[in-house]
């Protein structure tokens, strides 16, 4: 069974600094995504990453791809108060139909 | 319309009534999933229909009932459920072949009373 970690579960932190989250699985994957969710609010898609080493930016969120250590990451440049939020990593199951979530990242971003 | 639908928003049932949550995707994709959010868990998967048929139950008690009349329409039949049932719950799709990212519903809140 594919087991995801994510860390740290709840994170707040002011305007304008940069932080990291970070989400470990425990079996062969070789494509993750990583998803945001407002209170509230259903599931929205952001980053697909399709292979080892993938890296992708929009804004001030970036996600990497590290499938040997089996590690994403979600690094979060100059934080604003819009990209508070819940964010959760779902690596591939490789049986192409279904998505093993972490518990998601609650993030608060304070003036 | 786009996208995955699901009908209705919000569902108040007490424990003895029996209703059913919809979904519909205007994706062409060919797999759908059921899941449960609540507060004390993450995203729980319940069940997975990849070309109309079941292949994932992860152990979902019988009164969750899923049905699956085609690719594009998937249901989730409750009765006789329990107050620790309330949760949102979410309906997503995906290309199997593809193996792109699911696009998720605007999920359905229930409470059980």
């Known amino acids: 069974e594919l087991k995801v970690e994510q860390n740290p579960l709840f994170l707040s932190m002011q305007e304008g600094k940069n932080y990291t989250i970070y989400c470990n699985y425990s079996t062969t994957s070789d494509r993750l995504y990583w998803y945001r969710q407002d209170p509230g609010k259903s599931l929205e898609s952001l980053f697909v990453l399709l292979s080892n080493g993938a890296v992708k930016q929009e804004g001030r969120l970036m996600a990497s791809l590290d499938t040997k250590a089996r590690l994403s990451t979600l690094h979060i440049t100059a934080a604003v108060h819009d990209l508070s939020a819940t964010y959760f990593c779902?690596?591939?199951?490789?049986?192409?139909?279904?998505?093993?979530f972490g518990k998601g990242t609650s993030l608060l971003v304070t003036p | 319309e786009t996208g995955v639908t699901q009908t209705p928003r919000h569902l108040v049932m007490g424990m003895t009534n029996k209703k059913s949550l919809k979904c519909e995707q205007h994706?062409?994709?060919?797999?759908m999933y059921w899941y449960k959010q609540s507060a004390k868990k993450p995203l729980e998967l319940m069940f997975v229909y990849s070309l109309e048929e079941r292949v994932e139950n992860n152990s979902v008690p019988s009164r969750f009932s899923p049905e699956c009349p085609n690719s594009s329409h998937l249901f989730l039949h409750l009765h006789t459920l329990q107050p620790e049932d309330s949760a949102l719950y979410l309906c997503a799709s995906s290309q199997t072949g593809d193996r792109t990212e699911a696009f998720f519903g605007q999920g359905t809140r229930l409470t059980v009373v």
């Open positions: 779902a690596p591939d199951s490789n049986s192409g139909y279904a998505l093993n």
């Open positions: 994706l062409g994709h060919n797999a």
